[in-house]
């Protein structure tokens, strides 16, 4: 089981930049992929970027160029560095870890973004 805990949102201007911050105590690499996802109000859960078990990264198009993702396995850590923010990008933020094993999914509790 993992628990995750982000941090690191806030309210930004347009073009300004946030790092996201994903403790995850449980994590260990071999064993979990890990990934942040956003929820715009009123739509749906999406994707933003995530890292596989054997460590490579991947980055949603809509994100692609200005957002980076990374994690510090020793310190079982996730980021998300976010740059050039747009108003678009306003959502609540979720760490995810997924079990590589078994396929379940664990969320934290997500944290605020606001651009304007």
């Known amino acids: 089981h993992v628990q995750l805990v982000e941090s690191g949102g806030g309210s930004v201007q347009i073009g300004g930049s946030l790092r996201l911050s994903c403790a995850a105590p449980g994590y260990t690499a071999s064993a979990y992929c890990l990934a942040w996802f956003r929820q715009r109000l009123g739509q749906a859960r999406e994707g933003v970027a995530g890292?596989?078990?054997?460590?490579?990264?991947r980055v949603a198009d809509s994100v692609k160029g200005r957002f980076t993702i990374s994690r510090d396995a020793a310190k079982r850590r996730l980021y998300l560095q976010m740059n050039s923010l747009q108003p678009e990008d306003t959502a609540v933020y979720y760490c995810?870890?997924?079990?590589?094993?078994?396929?379940?999914?664990?969320w934290g509790q997500g944290t605020q973004v606001t651009v304007s």
């Open positions: 995810a870890a997924c079990a590589a094993a078994s396929g379940l999914r664990y």
């Open positions: 890292i596989g078990t054997d460590g490579v990264s």
